[in-house]
């Protein structure tokens, strides 16, 4: 009953599937100038509503109606493929997430600056002459990947190179099966989620063999910690990652260690935390080596703080480097994500505000790009690269808006964009002061379309130490 307006179709079931997939921006927009917002579609042979910039701050507030992982659920099934559903826990996801990573930035500060400069060393290099590297997403993954892996399992157990590799792969194995567009869905809804499935239910799950790495790796550490807190009682020193957080929940048991249980809820932070992540580099990276023109006042900025710390850089001068932060806001707007946080409709049914009415279960797509791109927020030229519009506004990269909604927003907004924008921060700091980077003809390169979402562009990057330093 007074449903959004459906968008007239042809073909039945198959409805705008098509349009949806090969010709997103056109065909939402097309859809909005004609039937305003809410409106309905039917995509992979169900009812879907589109919100855009009026009904995405309307529907990211009404979190009580609406959970994005019950869309996330049919698409990525974690919870048939790991033994603990990580569904069922999200708060404690968030909880940890919020207070054990964000929360403790500037406890890791040193350390992760230290796995930066491991990291650019082993996978750039020194550079004296131009480097050419390939898969740039590959390896902003892998720095990403040492970075998450010392805060989730400690200094010790990141040295291995094999557990590094196993969080950076771990997501890119599983989209292989994943993000193929759900077309079993046409006959069932449930069909897709099962045949998906069904290569780790007869035995092939490439989780399996990370898991196995990284209880490897996890193990010494555990059963030494627990030794040593036998030994040293009230005195034993708490390590600062969050394995050692998980080892003080009341559930942990010292005498039968679930290192199983240990595994998958480390596994679900690498699966929301590293390809985000890893992904965005990726995206700055090409930003900033396409775009000579802001390279002389980044550089300015960047070697400033570093003349003024003496190479000691802390959290606090960072935060200070606004052109840096701005430069980064604008790379995560122009991210091209067109549909960031498809929801579902958890109560009985959800109603607009302007009277229309969806049924619980309907997953309602937010067509993100039309606030990433507003016009009233961002100028009439919204879609240009304008990399210190924030400077002025003193607004960090990590800061949700209802036009900045790459981490979502509301209640559930990412609690890991504080620690993301950091990392972020980071590395392009120490590759401006390190490198010059370029493009291999100089331009910015275009990324791919998959669908609403995009990957970062497959060329090379050409890297060479700046003389200067
Ligand atoms: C640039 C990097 C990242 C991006 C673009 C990103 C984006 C997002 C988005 C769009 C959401 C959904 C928000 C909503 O429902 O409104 C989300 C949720 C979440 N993210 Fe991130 N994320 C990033 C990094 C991380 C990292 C590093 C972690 C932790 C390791 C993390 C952990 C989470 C968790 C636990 C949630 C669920 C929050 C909840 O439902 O309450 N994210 N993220």
């Not at 924008?421 to 390169?445: A, D, F, Q």
């Amino acid at each position: 009953e007074n449903e959004p307006p459906l968008i007239p179709y042809t073909i039945p079931v198959i409805g705008h599937t098509f349009s949806y997939l090969f010709d997103t921006e056109n065909f939402i927009k097309k859809c909005l100038k004609e039937y305003g917002e809410p409106f309905n579609i039917i995509i992979f042979g169900k009812v879907t509503t589109v919100v855009a910039q009026k009904y995405i701050p309307e529907v990211t507030k009404a979190h009580e109606n609406f959970d994005s992982f019950e869309v996330l659920k049919e698409i990525v099934p974690l919870h048939l493929i790991l033994d603990y559903n990580p569904f069922d826990i999200i708060d404690f996801h968030a909880k940890t997430t919020r207070e054990q990573l964000s929360g403790k930035l500037s406890l890791y500060f040193d350390k992760m600056q230290n796995d930066i400069f491991y990291s650019l060393d082993k996978w750039i290099g020194e550079c004296n002459e131009p480097r050419s590297i390939k898969s740039i997403w590959n390896v902003c993954n892998h720095v990403t990947a040492k970075l998450i892996a010392n805060i989730c399992i400690g200094e010790e157990a990141s040295q291995h190179e094999d557990v590094v590799h196993s969080f950076a792969v771990l997501s890119h194995d599983m989209n292989r099966f994943f993000f193929l567009p759900p077309f079993l869905s046409f006959i069932h809804q449930k069909l897709h989620e099962f045949v998906i499935s069904l290569p780790f239910l007869i035995g092939f799950n490439p989780i399996a063999k990370h898991k196995k790495v990284l209880i490897n790796r996890m193990k010494p550490v555990v059963e030494n910690r627990i030794q040593q807190k036998k030994i040293l009682g009230d005195s034993y020193k708490q390590s600062d990652d969050i394995l050692e957080f998980y080892m003080s929940q009341p559930d942990f048991d010292p005498s039968n260690v679930n290192y199983n249980y240990l595994a998958d809820l480390l596994f679900f932070l690498i699966v929301v935390g590293i390809v985000t992540t890893g992904r965005s580099l990726a995206n700055l990276l090409f930003d900033y080596a396409g775009r000579p023109e802001y390279w002389d006042e980044l550089y300015e900025e960047a070697s400033t703080f570093n003349e003024e710390c003496n190479g000691k850089l802390t959290l606090n001068d960072i935060n200070k480097m606004i052109k840096l932060d701005s430069f980064i806001r604008e790379s995560l707007r122009h991210t091209g994500d067109m549909i960031i946080v498809p929801r579902a409709v958890t109560t009985d049914h959800y109603t607009f505000s302007n009277g229309y009415t969806v049924p619980k279960g309907r997953h309602v797509y937010d067509f993100s790009e039309d606030c990433l791109f507003s016009e009233s927020q961002y100028g009439p030229d919204s879609k240009s690269f304008k990399p210190f519009q924030f400077v002025s506004q003193n607004i960090s990269a990590s800061k949700v808006d209802r036009t900045y909604v790459i981490f979502g927003g509301g209640r559930h907004a990412c609690p890991g964009r504080f620690y993301a924008v950091l990392v972020l921060k980071l590395i392009l700091y120490h590759v401006i002061l390190k490198y010059h980077v370029r493009t291999e003809n100089g331009n910015m390169p275009k990324k791919s379309m998959v669908g609403p979402l995009t990957n970062p562009p497959e060329e090379s990057l050409i890297f060479e130490r700046r003389k200067e330093t």
